[in-house]
């Protein structure tokens, strides 16, 4: 949802932004309120930040969750990620945005999808450090990683949890970490066959 039919440049979004009550994306000159996920999001997101806040502790890098905002460029666009890592020093000390992270998280909703899937992935390949972007399902175990191949090129990687496979490892490769998909839908109620919680 489009919050102000105003146009308005990088500098000026960034000092409106911290004075509203609600987050806002910005994408060409245009700000868009943040919607609330379910429970089910939020549990995905929390999961994984808390894998990667405890394996990266003292590695030197930040782990963010859906309140801090990744830039493109200090133009712009910026949009708030469901997770975050940055190891770069130059975001060590940011206090508005992250322009550096090594990976990018949405925890993809019927809503957000093909912009997740499309838009937003378009600009985070301009990120010159962003070497992992994941897409993670709420409604099934299902997990694609983008990953940057040595040939500056994205390649695809699924994790699907079927009926008849063993648990299977997600790979970060971005940051080195293994964990098995079921951490990352811990205490995740999934939609029976009615498609109901």
């Not at 000026?12 to 000159?29: A, T």
């Not at 975001?91 to 838009?119: F, K, M, N, W």
């Amino acid at each position: 949802m489009i919050a102000n039919s105003q146009l308005m440049n990088a500098d000026e979004y960034l000092i409106w932004e911290v004075q509203q009550p609600i987050r806002y994306e910005y994408v060409g000159g245009q700000v868009f309120a943040m919607t609330g996920g379910t429970l089910p999001h939020n549990s995905i997101a929390l999961n994984l930040a808390s894998l990667l806040k405890n394996y990266l502790r003292g590695k030197g890098c930040k782990v963010f969750m859906a309140d801090a905002k990744v830039g493109i460029s200090k133009d712009g666009p910026y949009y708030y990620p469901d997770v975050m890592v940055t190891c770069d020093s130059a975001d060590q000390s940011a206090i508005q945005a992250v322009y550096h992270p090594c990976l990018i998280v949405e925890v993809l909703s019927p809503g957000t999808q093909q912009v997740d899937q499309g838009r937003k992935f378009k600009n985070y390949r301009q990120i010159d450090t962003l070497s992992e972007y994941v897409l993670i399902e709420t409604e099934t175990m299902n997990v694609e990683c983008y990953r940057l191949n040595e040939k500056k090129k994205w390649e695809l990687n699924v994790y699907s949890l079927e009926e008849d496979q063993e648990n299977i490892e997600v790979n970060f490769s971005s940051v080195a970490l293994r964990c098995p998909i079921s951490a990352l839908y811990e205490d995740v109620v999934f939609p029976d066959k009615l498609g109901q919680f």
